[in-house]
Structure formats: structure tokens, C-alpha cells
């Protein structure tokens, strides 16, 4: 893939059914045509993605919604309109105009209005909505340059649309209307559970995803994997435990040094969790390549944000 800014490039690259890495205000996406299956069978492919894992579909506006789904019902309808454009996708009931392959052959569609610039004009550019999962291979740490989806992906054919760096660095929220009414969080995300909560009145519930149950278990078990083990949990004890290696240690706002500690990135010095969330993926990345033999993690507050944070570095840890 070639890296660059030209809004008229990417166009073309899908419009001809080909892939183009999109930027997010999340993380960057692998995007095709969502309603190609050929354009999106692609997506699968270069990722090494099994299909039975479906893909968020990105549009430029509400209005776009009722070509490829259902009327969405509230209180899903009062979220979209206060998040999006935002890091909030919502399941609901697709149109026929989406092909199974895109939902991995569930009836929901995932969809959301990403909030940068550049992708917004490029989806109003195409009129057609884009289906992308992150632009990572299946399993490993999400990409929030650039570069790190040139990093993966150099040898495929398509573009990369620099947008810069992605503002908020941690996939979306995604939420589902229950059978009781309630809407609960499938994935935590950019939105958190308590801005969420004060719109519907109530804290939503976490509730297991379909596809965390996969046909063959275990093989999900190792997701946003850094290219070394990865350790969360009391950094004292883990130190310990390790003393004899060369570790890296990913800290929440305290510097950390120590004999054996070959580097310390620290997520943020100032304590704020949304710079915590903005670094997180690039520091998993420069650790899992620093030469050191693991990866000692400690976790981040529990409120806001920090369950997204926490919840991936709980899928990042090897044990
Ligand atoms: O922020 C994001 O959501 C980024 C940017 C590119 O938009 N995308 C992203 O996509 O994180 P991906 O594929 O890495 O994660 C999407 C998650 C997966 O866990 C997938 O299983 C779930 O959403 N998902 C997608 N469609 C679904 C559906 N119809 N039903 C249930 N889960 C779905
Ligand atoms: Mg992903």
C-alpha cells in the first residue's frame, strides 16, 4: 500500500473495488466498498480475519442509514444523534443491500459515523458506505498511524489515507438494544459507559458478544497481541516474578525503574485516561518491539475510558 492524502486517490481505489486504510478518530480502518461482497471478501483476506468475525460499516451521514438498515428505535436513536459523529457504533436490523459476508451472517449490522475529516469527505465523496474492521492483522495491536498500518500491510495493493495520528486511539463503543429494552455495551470503547449512562438514565450493562463465543475455543483467546508476552496485573509482584529477564513495563502515570527494567513507557505522566487511551496502542507497539523479553502491564482506573484500556490490555496479556 502507498501512503497519502489525496482524497480523489482513495475514491478511485474503491470505487474500483480495492482497498484503502481509512483514518478514524479511533483507530485506522481496512475499508472497502460495504456493498461489493468481492471488495469486502478482500478485507478478510489481507487481514487473515476468519469470516465468521463481522465488520463495522461506516457512513457519511444519518440520512445514509436507511439505505442498509432498519428505522433505529430508542433509545439507540437519542445516542446516535448525541455521538455521532463519534468512537459509538450500534447493532441494528440490515436491509438486504448488505451482503451476509459483511455480517458474518447475523441479521445486526454494526454501523457508525467515524468523526475525522478526511475520512467524512471521502465518504460523501463515494456515496456508498464502507465496511472496516481495524487495519491490523487479525489478532494483533490496532493501528493509530499511518505507518503502523504501512508496518503490516506494505505488500498489499491499495492506499492509505494519512490522516494523522487517531484522536482518541481505542476502538468505539458498540451497543445493542436488549430484549428488555435496556441498550447494553458489547465492546467498551471511546464512549464511555457513564457519558452513555447520562443519556439513558441508567449505567448500561455489559453483555458477552456473539462472537466472543467462537466455533473453535481458544481461538480468539489472544487478541490485540504484542509481538511479546504480556503480563497485566500488580507491577510489584510481576517484578518480582520476573526479575531474572529483561522486561519493559507499561505504566499507567508513575515512571518506573529498576535493574532489569530494559524500558518504561508510561501512559500518562498527568494521570488523564483519554491521553492514557490515545497512547496505549503505540506504546503496546514500541514495547513488544523494544528487545526486551516481555511485557510487564499494570491497569488503569476502572472509570470512563479506563474500561476500554483495561479491557484491552486484559485481551493484550498472554496469561
Ligand atoms: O472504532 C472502531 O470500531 C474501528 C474503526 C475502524 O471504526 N473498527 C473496529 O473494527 O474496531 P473491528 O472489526 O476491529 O472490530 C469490530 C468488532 C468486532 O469484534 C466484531 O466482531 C464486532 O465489532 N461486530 C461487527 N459487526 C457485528 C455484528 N453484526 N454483530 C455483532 N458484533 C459485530
Ligand atoms: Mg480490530
Redo the contacts with the bound molecule.
Keep these: 500500500m502507498i501512503t497519502g492524502t489525496s482524497i480523489e486517490k482513495a475514491a478511485s481505489v474503491l470505487r474500483s473495488g480495492g482497498l484503502v486504510a481509512i483514518p478514524?478518530e479511533?483507530?485506522?480502518?481496512l475499508a472497502a466498498n460495504a456493498l461489493d461482497p468481492a471488495a469486502v471478501m478482500q478485507i478478510f483476506e489481507a487481514k487473515k480475519r476468519p469470516t465468521f468475525?463481522?465488520?463495522?460499516v461506516?457512513i457519511a451521514d444519518i440520512a445514509q442509514l436507511s439505505d442498509i438498515a432498519e428505522p433505529v428505535p430508542e433509545p439507540l436513536n437519542a445516542l446516535l444523534k448525541t455521538f455521532w459523529p463519534g468512537?459509538l457504533?450500534i447493532?441494528i436490523p440490515k436491509k438486504d443491500t448488505i451482503h451476509p459476508l459483511v455480517?458474518?451472517g447475523?441479521s445486526?449490522?454494526?454501523v457508525?459515523i467515524?468523526d475525522h475529516p478526511l475520512t467524512l469527505e471521502l465518504l460523501r465523496t463515494l456515496g456508498f458506505p464502507l465496511a472496516?474492521?481495524?487495519a491490523n492483522l487479525f489478532g494483533t495491536v490496532?493501528p493509530t498511524t499511518a505507518a503502523h498500518v504501512a508496518g503490516q500491510f506494505s505488500a498489499l495493493e491499495g492506499y492509505i489515507l494519512d490522516g494523522g495520528p487517531c484522536s482518541v486511539g481505542i476502538?468505539?463503543t458498540?451497543v445493542k438494544l436488549q430484549a428488555d429494552g435496556k441498550v447494553g455495551i458489547?465492546?467498551h470503547?471511546?464512549v464511555s459507559a457513564e457519558q452513555l449512562s447520562g443519556l439513558l438514565g441508567y449505567l448500561p450493562e455489559t453483555v458477552t458478544?456473539?462472537?466472543d463465543q467462537p466455533e473453535a475455543p481458544g481461538m480468539l483467546k489472544s487478541h490485540y497481541a504484542p509481538q511479546i508476552p504480556l503480563h497485566l496485573g500488580n507491577l510489584d509482584t510481576l517484578l518480582k516474578r520476573f526479575s531474572t529477564e529483561n522486561v519493559a513495563v507499561l505504566t499507567y502515570s508513575t515512571p518506573r525503574t529498576g535493574q532489569n527494567i530494559h524500558t518504561n513507557k508510561v501512559l500518562s505522566p498527568k494521570g488523564d485516561l483519554r491521553e492514557a487511551a490515545f497512547n496505549l496502542f503505540d506504546h503496546l507497539r514500541i514495547l513488544g518491539a523494544s528487545g526486551a523479553e516481555r511485557i510487564l502491564a499494570e491497569e488503569v482506573p476502572e472509570t470512563g475510558i479506563g474500561k476500554a484500556i483495561n479491557d484491552r490490555l486484559t485481551r493484550a496479556s498472554s496469561v
Excluded at 479511533?26 to 480502518?29: A, I, L, N, Q
Excluded at 468475525?53 to 463495522?56: G, H, V, Y
Design positions: 478514524t479511533t483507530v485506522y480502518g468475525n463481522p465488520l463495522i461506516h468512537p457504533t447493532l455480517t458474518a447475523n445486526d449490522l454494526a457508525r467515524p472496516a474492521p481495524s490496532s476502538e468505539s458498540i458489547l465492546r470503547g471511546g458478544a456473539l462472537h
